[in-house]
């Protein structure tokens, strides 16, 4: 059983950079999982931020694509979200997701607030 926890998240004003992390607690490699980045904002649905499959394929969603970067490190057994040239409407609390088989294990979130 994972126990997913991201950091990274802060204050940052427009158009700057942050980088999300996710691992797990027990260091338990995420090789083998599909993880993915999804984020919700207040009074909004969750929604899909980026993806990484377990063969190294990756997706993103349109809002994402061009500034953003999921990766992983197989080393640190962690998974990145880099995030630049951010925006006020990238505010939310984002989330780590990690699905292997039919087990699905979230993280309790890292906030992300972008104001001057």
């Known amino acids: 059983q994972l126990h997913l926890v991201e950091s990274g998240g802060g204050l940052v004003q427009p158009g700057g950079s942050l980088r999300l992390s996710c691992a797990d607690s027990?260091?338990?490699?995420?090789?083998?999982?599909?993880v993915k980045w999804y984020r919700q904002s207040p009074g909004e649905q969750r929604e899909l931020v980026a993806g990484?499959?377990?063969?190294?394929?990756?997706d993103y969603a349109h809002f994402a694509r061009d500034r953003f970067t999921i990766s992983r490190d197989p080393a640190k057994k962690t998974v990145y979200l880099q995030m630049d040239n951010l925006k006020p409407e990238d505010t939310a609390t984002y989330y780590c997701?990690?699905?292997?088989?039919?087990?699905?294990?979230w993280g309790q979130g890292t906030l992300v607030t972008v104001s001057s």
């Open positions: 997701n990690a699905v292997l088989g039919g087990f699905t294990y």
């Open positions: 990484s499959g377990s063969g190294g394929s990756t």
């Open positions: 027990k260091a338990t490699s995420l090789s083998f999982y599909t």
